[in-house]
């Protein structure tokens, strides 16, 4: 059965790899999955036909025959569980692989998150510049515990799992600031991310799309 | 195989049960799992011991036997894999039940947790009252898509799942700025909820250790 994704026709990062769509391709390529790409354009994301694939008008959203998944979580955990290679075969390990694509998701990404919120969506309001340090250190403070947790280990727990992929893709988004830098062992490990012959692709892939012209229309 | 879960000694919300340790009480109620509970003073959180368990340390963490989980998202999905009566047995139905929990952790949950930051760390900020309005909307705008999604339905894909009962736990914790009341599908599908007896008892467990006394020292 054909795997059909969504993606920004253009990503707001312009090709940075930083849309959430790179966090699927990344787990489809390490699965060795083919899948193809319906883009949406922006003014379509709250119409009628996307909001009936994904509830809150985002992406990416996954087709798979008659199934049809939205949130990256969701779709790379289906993934994981399908296919060999994002999650160990232990039970125990397995459930802890869980417990870090959850970490990254809910409890690192939204302080992240509320540093682009503070910069492009609040960036014209009178507190933005007052603001931007307590954000930033909410994130420091996550980010010294993780760092802390990860030590010299590789990967967070054993082997590159989903909770890796998620976790470096969450990372990724607060590198442009300058702050991941400040955290040697957390750079090091997103590089060893970014390294992945798998994120190579799903990076390569998203480029392509957000640097070829737009459709004319 | 013993299973205990963490809390705190002293919920900051005094026993409203918007701890996420309710979340996991009302997991393990729903598929009538006997657990026991760790209760971890404020002081503790962030030292060794505990960041040995949760390496954010928060509450709550999950030990069964050579097992410890951290974040809610995992702890209820281990719990609905093992036992029954959390997640459909139809696998596409599953994948869509994991969607749920994944877009009440990861989508709504986050701009809910803004309001408590703006309130709680922010309250004292210049910016706090101007900014307040702002952070509102962005729940309204989430909500709004949520509850064109859920309809007149009585949960959100088919019989209450894990999905459910983490949407719910999310929603709960904007009941007390009245926000949840303009949405009155939501307000109504989280008392359905709430009226659950599992969600009863769990809800009692942990009013019962919020206004026992404290130990002595």
């Known amino acids: 059965?054909?795997?059909?994704?969504?993606?920004?026709?253009?990503?707001?990062?312009?090709?940075?790899?930083?849309?959430?769509?790179?966090?699927?391709r990344w787990a489809l390529e390490e699965v060795g999955q083919p899948y193809e790409v319906r883009l949406v354009p922006h003014q379509a994301m709250k119409e009628?036909?996307?909001l009936s694939v994904h509830p809150f008008g985002q992406?990416?959203?996954?087709?798979?025959?008659?199934?049809?998944?939205?949130?990256t979580g969701s779709i790379v955990f289906?993934?994981?569980?399908?296919?060999?290679?994002?999650?160990?075969?232990?039970?125990?390990?397995?459930?802890?692989?869980?417990?870090w694509m959850f970490a990254a998701?809910?409890?690192?990404?939204?302080?992240?998150?509320?540093?682009?919120?503070?910069?492009?969506?609040?960036g014209d309001k009178p507190w933005?510049?007052?603001?931007?340090?307590v954000v930033q250190d909410r994130i420091r403070q996550k980010l010294t515990l993780l760092s802390a947790r990860l030590g010299d280990a590789e990967w967070l727990d054993g082997d590159f799992s989903a909770g890796d992929l998620l976790m470096v893709s969450v990372l990724l988004r607060v590198k442009p600031s300058g702050l991941l830098?400040?955290?040697p062992k957390l750079a090091a490990y997103v590089a060893r991310g970014e390294a992945?012959?798998?994120?190579q692709r799903a990076f390569a892939a998203q480029l392509a799309i957000n640097t070829a012209p737009l459709p004319a229309g």
């Open 105 to 122: 998701l809910s409890t690192v990404e939204p302080p992240i998150l509320d540093l682009s919120i503070a910069k492009f969506q609040e």
């Open 181 to 183: 830098n400040e955290f």
């Open 78 to 99: 289906h993934l994981a569980q399908r296919h060999p290679g994002l999650l160990p075969k232990d039970a125990n390990a397995r459930a802890r692989a869980v417990t």
């Open 59 to 71: 992406i990416p959203t996954y087709e798979e025959g008659d199934l049809t998944l939205f949130e």
């Open 1 to 24: 059965m054909t795997i059909t994704i969504t993606a920004f026709e253009r990503s707001p990062d312009g090709g940075k790899g930083l849309a959430r769509d790179t966090r699927v």
């Open 196 to 199: 992945r012959p798998a994120y």
């Open 128 to 133: 933005a510049q007052d603001r931007l340090p």
């Open 48 to 50: 009628p036909a996307h």
